[in-house]
């Protein structure tokens, strides 16, 4: 890997993902989205974790796709590379995702955060999809999920303005999670990750499941779909040991079994 670090023994159950082009801002080459693509598919068949935290540097999560290695390119050239195909992979990653963010998150950068299930900002996080001012628009979800995540008002006007959200108002609009001292936002998205992967794995993965669905599709397949897997929680030991244990007022020890 060369634009990326993997990590997956700083805490039990969670790996880190960090994006690591410092110089040229985590700016997301094709390369660098084809490895977080292949660390995404092993550590989701990794029982040893349970949670994935991606994140980039201090100054910059990321800002957004490689420009520089898409400014000459024709419409055939980009839909035959079709690069975006990579990202794929992020919605279709089972375990939990959570984006730590400090720094630039634009374009694609503010793309890939969102693509994730969770977002925990640094205060000086800045969130934008500025591609109307260089001539395009956003192209890995951008239009939808923003939009779905803060409203189209506000949303039209960020995408059609270039303008960037601070990490309060992102917060305050309902796209970030948490926002927290500069120092501190890492160490936060790891609180949050442990949280998690302390639970059953397999009710974390029908319940993240079940909550994507509910901006893929209409509220009656999405009511299907949560009902379906609520049953199938139950076939699981691991449902059985949390019942249990909270019959027996003790903690459980779940297996992802
Ligand atoms: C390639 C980039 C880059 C990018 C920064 N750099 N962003 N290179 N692609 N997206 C490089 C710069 O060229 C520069 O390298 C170095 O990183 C530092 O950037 P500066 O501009 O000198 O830093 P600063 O003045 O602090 O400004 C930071 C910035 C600005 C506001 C983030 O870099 C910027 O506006 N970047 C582009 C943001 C953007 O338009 N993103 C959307 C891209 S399109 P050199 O070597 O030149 O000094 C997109 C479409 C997604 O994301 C579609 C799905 C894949």
Redesign the pocket.
């Known amino acids: 890997m060369e634009f990326i670090k993997v990590t997956d023994n700083k805490e039990p159950y969670v790996a880190l993902i960090e994006l690591n082009r410092p110089?040229?801002?985590n700016?997301?080459n094709r390369q660098l989205m084809e490895e977080v693509r292949d660390a995404l598919q092993q550590l989701d068949k990794n029982d040893a974790v349970r949670v994935i935290i991606i994140t980039g540097s201090e100054q910059?999560f990321a800002?957004?796709?490689?420009?520089?290695q898409m400014a000459d390119k024709t419409a055939i050239d980009m839909l035959m590379i079709d690069?975006?195909s990579t990202w794929d992979q992020i919605r279709k990653t089972k375990k939990p995702i959570i984006a730590a963010v400090s720094g630039?998150a634009?374009?694609?950068?503010c793309?890939l955060a969102m693509t994730c299930d969770m977002i925990i900002a640094s205060e000086t996080a800045k969130f934008g999809q500025?591609?109307i001012?260089?001539g395009?628009m956003?192209?890995?979800g951008g239009t939808q999920r923003l939009t779905k995540a803060i409203g189209k008002a506000k949303a039209m006007e960020l995408i059609l303005t270039g303008r960037f959200l601070s990490a309060e108002e992102a917060r305050s609009y309902g796209l970030v999670n948490k926002v927290v001292p500069k120092e501190m936002y890492l160490y936060e998205a790891f609180q949050l990750a442990k949280e998690i992967a302390q639970l059953s794995p397999v009710a974390v993965q029908l319940a993240k499941e079940s909550v994507n669905r509910s901006f893929e599709t209409h509220l009656d397949e999405g009511l299907t779909l949560e009902r379906k897997n609520f049953y199938l929680t139950f076939a699981s030991t691991d449902q059985k040991e949390g019942m249990q244990a909270f019959v027996e007022k003790r903690k459980p020890d779940f297996k992802g079994k």
């Open positions: 110089k040229e801002l700016a997301l910059a800002a957004g796709a490689d420009i520089k690069q975006i630039f634009l374009g694609g950068g793309e500025p591609e001012k260089i395009t956003p192209g890995a």
